[in-house]
């Protein structure tokens, strides 16, 4: 058994708006869903990907306006790197410039290149140019196809110890280690490559973080279907971790637990996908909201602040 990549990655972000107008005009990913957290329907859950939203693609937001900032540190995933195609980081530091996104000289780093920038809400992401992805990108956002974004390379967790996470990748869910180089430990899952390498930063004495504005929430794992994923929950349940039961996300079905280092970890299910409850032509046009909390919608829609769609007119 072993997890295929990297499924999700969830963040907190401040003003809703911000956060939409960033991922979709400037990074030029697609919204692929426009729902609600459903443990906290006051909120939105915004999800941005690739044209449907594949696995390995998809980052979402809870945002909350008028919340503290949170803070970058140990127990935590710290980076989010993006894949761009091999030739593609000079289109992108110009098209930084222009848009007044704050970045930093790219870094060479193991045999790739990689940039790291900040969105609105101070989250550190970065593009990794690479040859071999194949995926591809949404055509309908304003970057260029052959420039895009082609989903996540890969994701860094800062530890104050490396071992009992690298344990856990290796031993439990099937990661291999592959290069490591200073504080930074690589590992991969699957087929290895892009939107499958994990990077366990060693970082003993960094500041503890704290999940608020600005930082990840949780990184969410690929499983292929329900029966894998109940036989995770065993296996996880079975080493002393505190997993909780199945989560019908709607789009996916969830599995939670933090690893050793204290990053949240879930494990989700490739299906259904965000074609679910709208056709790919209508992904992210219109607030979803789930079976259970249909009954509610005019309240929820009420107390959500007016959202303004790439494109579109007020949500
Ligand atoms: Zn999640």
Partial sequence: MQISGIHHITAIAGNPQQNVDFYTAVLGLRMVKLTVNFDDPGTYHLYYGN???????????FPFRDAPKGRRGTGQATTIAFSIPEGAMGYWIDHFKGHNVPFENPEARFD??????????????ELVAYADDDRLPWEGGPVPPERAILGFYSVALSEE???????????????????????????????????AVVDVLCHPTEIASRVAVGTVHHVAWRTPDDDAQAAWRKTIAALGYNVTPVMDRQYFHSIYFREPGGVLFEIATDPPGFTKDETVAE????????????????????ALPPLW???????
């Fill in 283 to 302: 992904l992210g046009s219109g607030l979803k909201l789930p079976p259970w909390l249909e009954p509610r919608r005019d309240l929820i829609a009420q």
């Fill in 51 to 61: 044209e449907v939203g594949h696995p390995g693609t998809v980052l979402t937001f």
């Fill in 161 to 195: 110890g490396y071992e009992r996470t690298a344990a856990l990748l290796t031993e439990t869910l099937g990661f291999r280690a592959t290069q490591e180089h200073g504080d930074r430990y690589r590992y991969e899952a699957g087929a290895g490559g892009p939107g």
């Fill in 112 to 125: 790739e290149e990689a940039l790291v920038f900040y969105d609105p809400d101070g989250l550190k992401l």
């Fill in 309 to 315: 769609l790439p494109g579109e007119g007020s949500q």
